[in-house]
């Protein structure tokens, strides 16, 4: 009996100790045409409680500049995910946001999509050397290139300065529900993105891949292509 007893407090100790687990939300989780509400809220509450019952840590979701900061520049609007967080936390649930600065869908069998904003598109119109361009000279508006990082090219801001910007406003927003935070920003392609964790440990995720701007304003005006690390041996 004794035996029994120290072996279950051994699996349990195990458990407190092993790997955290959160869960990806859909991408269209918050609702992509306003960002002020959220999609099946009804059922939303019961499967986050199912969730915690099952010994998960909390929950990830992609925070989409293109749904935050969609209409104008510098008005942010984060009402859907401030639902989202409130509910995580009424189900005892720690949330990993992630900053998502690219577009989502556009591809073959995706059912959400999620353009970046509409007056970063509108920019990218004017000036296509903002976007990647491969050797076919087809232009990505999937998100703006690195060449033009540093210029003022989006209604005067820089790239940069816009994601530094959308960052500070979900901080100041969310200010209640951080916990340890930390930010870390994955330039290039196929994700921009940074990660703001909310009442909980930090633990910035790694996003794989890179890739170089091929005719962006930054960079050479020779033709190139997007292109990723050489596979060893190639």
Not at 26 to 51: E, F, I, Y
Not at 63 to 76: A, D, I, M, N, T
Not at 140 to 149: A, R, T
């Amino acid at each position: 009996m004794v035996e029994s007893a120290a072996a279950a407090g051994q699996s349990s100790s195990a458990r407190k100790s092993g790997v955290p687990v959160f869960v990806m939300m859909p991408l269209d989780t918050v609702k992509t045409c306003c960002g002020s509400g959220l999609n099946h809220r009804k059922t939303m509450a019961r499967d986050l409680a199912a969730l915690k019952s099952s010994g998960v840590e909390g929950i990830m979701v992609g925070v989409w500049w293109g749904v935050v900061e969609g209409e104008e520049p510098g008005l942010y609007n984060f009402e859907g995910y401030m639902k989202l967080v409130e509910m995580a936390r009424d189900a005892r649930l720690k949330v990993q946001a992630v900053m998502s600065f690219h577009q989502c869908g556009g591809n073959v069998g995706d059912t959400v999509n999620i353009p970046l904003p509409r007056w970063v598109v509108e920019e990218m119109d004017k000036d296509q050397d903002l976007a990647y361009t491969d050797q076919c000279g087809r232009r990505s508006y999937e998100y703006v290139s690195l060449g033009c990082d540093d210029m003022p090219v989006l209604d005067g801001r820089t790239p940069i300065r816009c994601y530094t910007d959308f960052m500070r406003a979900f901080r100041d927003h969310f200010a209640a529900f951080l916990g340890d935070a930390t930010d870390r920003a994955h330039a290039g392609p196929p994700r921009r993105r940074a990660q703001l964790h909310l009442r909980g440990d930090a633990r910035p995720g790694a996003a794989t891949g890179r890739a170089v701007p091929s005719r962006g304003p930054g960079a050479a005006r020779g033709r190139g292509r997007p292109r990723g690390r050489r596979p060893p041996g190639r």
